[in-house]
């Protein structure tokens, strides 16, 4: 059974940093490709950024890009979002994703997990 758990949400001031860690079991982790996305208050979820298990493969969202890193610790089984820069539009709900291939589409992926809030005062 694939298990996702988030952690690191918090309501910080804009242009503070938060870092989310995913951490799943060893199989879920050297088996899959990981991500994030995320949900804001009354609008669709949307990707946010995914690593592929094992070549490196990264992608981001474009509001994202130059802010935020993802990374997976392979020691850890865990994946990590490092966010900086933080803006009031990052606003929303977590998730963290997994599943055999890499993808933007919310739809391609078949485990998540229960999700974290991360809030962005101005």
């Known amino acids: 059974q694939v298990q996702l758990v988030e952690s690191g949400g918090g309501s910080v001031q804009a242009g503070d940093s938060l870092r989310l860690s995913c951490a799943a079991s060893?199989?879920?982790?050297?088996?899959?490709?990981m991500g994030w996305f995320r949900q804001a208050p009354g609008k669709e979820r949307e990707f946010v950024a995914v690593?592929?298990?094992?070549?490196?493969?990264?992608y981001y969202t474009d509001s994202v890009k130059g802010r935020f890193t993802i990374s997976r610790d392979s020691a850890k089984d865990t994946v990590y979002l490092q966010m900086n820069s933080l803006k009031t539009d990052d606003t929303g709900v977590y998730y963290c994703?997994?599943?055999?291939?890499?993808?933007?589409?919310?739809?391609?992926?078949?485990?998540w997990g229960q999700g974290t809030q991360v809030t962005v005062s101005s």
């Open positions: 060893e199989r879920t982790f050297r088996t899959y490709a």
């Open positions: 690593i592929s298990r094992s070549d490196g493969t990264i």
């Open positions: 994703v997994a599943d055999r291939f890499v993808s933007k589409v919310r739809g391609a992926y078949g485990y």
